[in-house]
């Protein structure tokens, strides 16, 4: 009788210690999954931003180490929206004169319209189109040929060779550009907000370009 009591208890002990670890494994299974997804998705949260990022001179290996130290994709985000949205303190001898840049910042023309994008000839320059509200995809790469081609030309026509002189004439001529755009006051905020975007897309495009030199 004290023998069938043992067995008992020695049965309950092994089935109680069986579901014990059986439990145990399935929550380590699932912390391990979430710690995956977690990974994941902070890896693809940084790869989505990862131009913006560079542009503003991030360490990635930081932003590494703070996925290691389990930082939350919620968390991730803000810290990359604090990255990303200080712009870039540009040094500006004379903001005012832009003549002074040998630059032509003078993207609007009165006569053009959105319906057509401007056609380039030989000997003429090709004119940007106006922006009202926002462009089309073909009238967006119009806008940016435009920009790459004054940008361009105003290095050869400096002679810089140096790779921090182009740097410095592209950061003056996307903040007279972004100012030109904000001190317009017949401009919609949304026209603005787009126009701006522009510009910062355009620098992006320059930098990346100027780095791989």
């Given at each position: ?10 049965m309950s002990g092994m089935i ?41 001179g991030v360490d990635f290996d930081?932003l590494a180490s703070l996925v ?146």
């Amino acid at each position: 009788m004290l023998f069938e009591s043992f067995e008992l208890w020695a049965m309950s002990g092994m089935i109680v210690l069986l579901v014990t670890l059986y439990i145990w494994m399935r929550l380590s299974q699932r912390r391990q999954k979430i710690e995956r997804e977690r990974k994941l998705k902070c890896k693809e949260l940084i790869l989505g931003k990862r131009v913006p990022l560079a542009t503003a001179g991030v360490d990635f290996d930081k932003l590494a180490s703070l996925v290691k130290q389990n930082i939350r994709p919620e968390q991730l985000v803000t810290v990359i929206e604090l990255l990303t949205a200080t712009r870039i303190k540009y040094q500006i001898d004379n903001p005012e004169d832009p003549e002074s840049l040998e630059v032509d910042l003078n993207f609007e023309k009165e006569a053009e319209t959105l319906k057509t994008a401007p056609q380039s000839s030989e000997g003429k320059e090709e004119a940007i189109p106006t922006v009202f509200e926002k462009l089309t995809p073909e009238q967006e790469k119009a806008w940016y040929r435009v920009a790459h081609n004054r940008f361009r030309k105003a290095i050869a026509e400096k002679e810089l060779k140096e790779k921090q002189a182009k740097f410095r004439l592209l950061i003056k001529m996307v903040e007279l550009g972004k100012r030109a755009v904000e001190n317009d006051m017949e401009k919609s905020i949304t026209r603005k907000e787009y126009e701006i975007s522009l510009w910062d897309r355009f620098y992006e495009d320059e930098y990346l370009a100027l780095n791989t030199e």
